[in-house]
T-cell receptor, first 112, second 113 residues
Framework: DAGVIQSPRHEVTEMGQEVTLRCKPISGHDYLFWYRQTMMRGLELLIYFNNNVPIDDSGMPEDRFSAKMPNASFSTLKIQPSEPRDSAVYFC??????????FGPGTRLTVT | GENVEQHPSTLSVQEGDSAVIKCTYSDSASNYFPWYKQELGKGPQLIIDIRSNVGEKKDQRIAVTLNKTAKHFSLHITETQPEDSAVYFCADARGGSARQLTFGSGTQLTVLP
């Protein structure tokens, strides 16, 4: 299995622009998570899905953030408009029938 | 979980020595405790985990111990090697499905050759 796939790996954008991060979970996993990692706040859970349905989005920082999962093999995290404080590494993770969560390589976002 | 405290924030050991990282949790309902290793530029990788009905678990050079009464758990790495150098995160989760992980702040482990 290729593991969790994220794209792009790096994104540099200007303040005010829309940013879309993409994730392909491990095949057969029915849970998908989006995390954000910063030096100040560490690893934070933003939102997670079960069978493509958002279960808990209480970690989403603002209305500028939105996430979708149109099918079992694809999810997006969108920031519109982006701000410099959104600069971070964003991770996607997936989980199947067990307890283990498997992380993707992350997308490093820089907003200038 | 509610809050997970992790210590130390940095740890340097000589190659071949043991390393111990400790975490304390606050949520008495927590029942799943994974440890992740994160190398530079990569995502966290699950290295070992333990559930609340077990006091200790070992996998080759890595072991985790859990003290539910004191609400703390520890990662032990024996015979450390330079490739063990990374940031290690503990986490906890509650409930039957362990879906929402709360992470500690991380420990930068450096194994000196």
């Amino acid at each position: 299995d290729a593991g969790v796939i994220q794209s792009p790996r790096h994104e540099v954008t200007e303040m005010g622009q829309e940013v879309t991060l993409r994730c392909k979970p491990i095949s057969g996993h029915d849970y998908l998570f989006w995390y954000r990692q910063t030096m100040m706040r560490g690893l934070e859970l933003l939102i997670y899905f079960n069978n493509n349905v958002p279960i808990d989005d209480s970690g989403m920082p603002e209305d500028r953030f939105s996430a979708k999962m149109p099918n079992a093999s694809f999810s997006t995290l969108k920031i519109q408009p982006s701000e410099p404080r959104d600069s971070a590494v964003y991770f996607c993770a997936s989980q199947g029938g067990g307890y283990e969560q498997y992380f993707g390589p992350g997308t490093r976002l820089t907003v200038t | 979980g509610e809050n997970v405290e992790q210590h130390p924030s940095t740890l340097s050991v000589q190659e071949g020595d043991s390393a111990v990282i400790k975490c304390t949790y606050s949520d008495s309902a927590s029942n799943y405790f994974p440890w992740y290793k994160q190398e530079l530029g990569k995502g966290p990788q699950l290295i070992i985990d333990i559930r609340s009905n077990v006091g200790e678990k070992k996998d080759q050079r890595i072991a985790v111990t859990l003290n539910k009464t004191a609400k703390h758990f520890s990662l032990h790495i024996t015979e450390t090697q330079p490739e063990d150098s990374a940031v290690y995160f503990c986490a906890d989760a509650r409930g039957g499905s362990a879906r929402q992980l709360t992470f500690g702040s991380g420990t930068q482990l450096t194994v000196l050759p």
